[in-house]
Structure formats: structure tokens, C-alpha cells
Antibody, heavy 121, light 107 residues
């Protein structure tokens, strides 16, 4: 059974960089069948797709965050990571990592439990 | 970006009721529409993909329909465990966008 687990600091200072890692177990992160993505949800609000990375390293980002976001893959550790720079209070959210198919209908079929990141001094 | 609009934003229904949630896209997305269920404090869970395909393990009381710009999620007979928020998502083009969510309460 595929499992995804987010990890990283729960508190980040304004203007600094948010860094999270998602560890994948029970399946291969190197498969060409899937993208690995990050999605966030501010408290009491809806879901926002941040971006996704393919096993080759190809990335797709939400234009609203593109100047601040970077997603990378480490196949040797079966992990992928999110970096979001120059954070503000508006970046406070639960951050989820998820898998979605690279073909077909690109639905997110596996999700991590999510991790709350608060931006505050 | 493709805008996704769900309605209603919240609803209250009784056990056994038929519940319908709608999702409209700002432009045609063919059948690239997915539905997720999110229980309080939990991660979203895939219910329906490709507008009408039931994800493995999801009860058959859930169904989806639609294409183009108009989609529906139907719960044929509401159960207590269906207390959750429901989100539609378009995966037709990036940035993949979600509706604002529908919070379903049990009377």
C-alpha cells in the first residue's frame, strides 16, 4: 500500500523559506506513470494546487506561486521536496503531498496526512 | 486559469436523503473532473475521477456525471459517515484548480 508522509518545520518566520519533504513508501517514485505534487489548504478555506514534479525532474508550477516555489525529487531517498520562499502569513496552511497520474485524468489518488505550517514571528 | 464554482457552499440533509452537489467550470474541461471527500481534520480522498468513474473502494451510493462545463456529484442515500466537505477539481490544464468546497452536514 502506497504511503506518503510530509515532514518539516511547523513554524516559519515571515520572509524566510518554507521547506517540506514528502517521503514515499510502498511504491516507486521513479515510475513514469505518475507525478508527485503539493497541494495546500489555508485554515477554513479551499484547496490550492502548488505544483508537481515528474520522475525525470520536469516540473509544473501554479503561476500564482511560480516566482517563489521550487519542487525537486530525490529518487535515491524516495522523497520529493517543496521550497517556498519569502513567505507571509498568507502562506499559513496545511500542506499535503499527493500522487497523480501522468496520463489519463490526472486525479490525485494517494495523499499524505498533511502538515500544518504557520508563518509567524 | 480555469475557475471552478461549486454549489451549494453548504447543505444540511437527513440520513437517507438524496444529495446533489454541482460544479461548474469557466470553460470546457471535457471530462477532466475529479471529486474528493474530506472529513474533518483529514486529507482529501478521491471519490470520482473522469467525471463519472468510481474510485476503487468507494461506496456505490456515490456517483458523478457531466461533461464540458457542468458536473454533479450525487449521494443516492445519505449515511452518517458522509459528513464531510466535498471538493471538485479540474485536471484539464494547469494550474489544476479546485472548487471552493461544499460542507455537508447531517440533520
Amino acid at each position: 500500500q502506497l504511503q506518503l508522509q510530509e515532514s518539516g518545520p511547523g513554524l516559519v518566520n515571515p520572509s524566510e523559506t518554507l521547506s517540506l519533504t514528502c517521503t514515499v513508501s510502498g511504491g516507486s517514485i521513479s515510475s513514469s506513470l505518475y507525478y508527485w505534487g503539493w497541494i495546500r489548504q489555508p485554515p477554513g478555506k479551499g484547496l490550492e494546487w502548488i505544483g508537481s514534479v515528474f520522475y525525470s525532474g520536469t516540473t509544473y508550477y501554479n503561476p500564482s506561486l511560480k516566482t517563489r516555489v521550487s519542487i525537486s525529487l530525490d529518487t535515491s531517498k524516495s522523497q520529493f521536496s517543496l521550497r517556498l520562499s519569502s513567505v507571509t502569513a498568507a502562506d499559513t496552511a496545511v500542506y499535503y503531498c499527493a500522487r497523480h497520474s501522468s496520463s489519463g485524468y490526472r486525479d490525485c489518488d494517494y495523499w499524505g496526512h498533511g502538515t500544518l505550517v504557520t508563518v509567524s514571528s | 486559469d480555469i475557475q471552478m464554482t461549486q454549489s451549494p457552499s453548504s447543505l444540511s440533509a437527513s440520513v437517507g436523503d438524496r444529495v446533489i452537489i454541482t460544479c461548474r467550470a469557466s470553460q470546457s474541461i471535457s471530462r477532466y473532473l475529479n471529486w474528493y471527500q474530506q472529513k474533518p481534520g483529514k486529507a482529501p480522498k478521491l471519490l470520482i475521477y473522469a467525471a463519472s468513474s468510481l474510485q476503487s473502494g468507494v461506496p456505490s451510493r456515490f456517483s458523478g456525471s457531466g461533461s464540458g462545463t457542468y458536473f454533479t456529484l450525487t449521494i443516492s442515500s445519505l449515511q452518517p459517515e458522509d459528513l464531510a466537505s466535498y471538493h471538485c477539481q479540474q485536471s484539464y490544464s494547469t494550474p489544476y484548480t479546485f472548487g471552493q468546497g461544499t460542507k455537508l452536514e447531517i440533520k
